[in-house]
């Protein structure tokens, strides 16, 4: 593992000191009335990205996602998503995350949510990701990339994985044209180290690079930016308060700020892979 790597894994679990997370998620669940949680009880804590589990269900729509489809879910966090697509479409999903402490806890939630024969997780690099080429129908990421400045590399790891025609299903954090400055700390970096954001123009060539045709695009900064004003104070239980400590209410805040400001966009984006890579 890289400097970089190492240096983003410790920021997502600065917060494991003494008690491991999937400790902690385990002594929650336990404490709730006897059988299976679902999506709705678990999005506090395992919809790690901006309009939670109402974006998730938003992106696969947009997606067009159907029933049996075969995802690689880049950047699976806590899994939230991959449990989503498995429950509400019978996807089989295969989640990957740099984090084995986010990897045992989806484990976890796909055990308690009985959906552990249709999802799978294991830690790894999505700039090396293990498996073989054309695999997978859709790769699925969300709020993930910001933080791998070689961006033309995952991608083309994306498409070596996935078959020709497949599908790039992504919801991310842009830069604005400009890319002015962040505060600082955001959910992903405490600072501009480990945040690399791209913007539209950026992101648009790259992917081109990489082997793919952006077939849908969709600008939803109004909607986070409204999203983000409703929300409030981290609650008790399953929540990102369990993930990210005490810390989490001011990178919520500067993030919100980012957006007012002009400096952060987020998008919505489908791409098809072309066909067969160089």
């Not at 489809?69 to 479409?89: E, F, H, Q, V």
């Amino acid at each position: 593992m890289n400097e970089l790597s190492q240096l983003t894994r410790q920021h997502y679990e600065k917060n494991e000191v003494g008690t491991s997370l999937v400790s902690k998620v385990a002594t929650i669940l336990d404490s709730l009335p006897a059988g299976a949680v679902d999506a709705s009880q678990l999005a506090g804590l395992d919809q790690f990205h901006v309009m939670g589990l109402e974006a998730t269900d938003r992106l696969a729509r947009f997606a067009g996602i159907e029933s049996g489809t075969n995802i690689l879910d880049a950047g699976s966090g806590l899994g939230g998503p991959s449990r989503y697509l498995a429950s509400t479409y019978g996807c089989r999903v295969v989640g990957v995350d740099l984090s084995p402490s986010f990897v045992a806890v989806a484990q976890l939630l796909a055990q308690r949510t009985g959906l552990n024969v249709l999802v799978s997780y294991q830690a790894g690099d999505l700039l090396a990701l293990p498996f073989p080429d054309s695999g997978f129908d859709v790769v699925w990421t969300q709020h993930v990339v910001m933080n791998i400045p070689d961006r033309e590399r995952v991608y083309r790891e994306f498409r070596r994985v996935l078959r020709p025609g497949g599908k790039l299903v992504f919801y991310d954090a842009l830069a604005t044209d400009a890319k002015p400055e962040l505060h600082f700390p955001v959910p992903w970096a405490e600072s501009n180290g480990t945040s690399f954001l791209f913007t539209q123009d950026e992101t648009s060539s790259v992917l081109a690079t990489a082997g793919f045709t952006i077939s849908a695009w969709n600008d939803v900064t109004t909607e986070a930016l409204n999203w983000m004003g409703q929300q409030r104070p981290l609650a008790q239980g399953l929540s990102l308060g369990i993930v990210m400590g005490p810390r989490f209410s001011e990178m919520a805040a500067n993030l919100a700020r980012n957006v007012r400001e002009g400096r952060v966009r987020f998008v919505m984006a489908v791409c098809r892979a072309d066909g067969a890579q160089d």
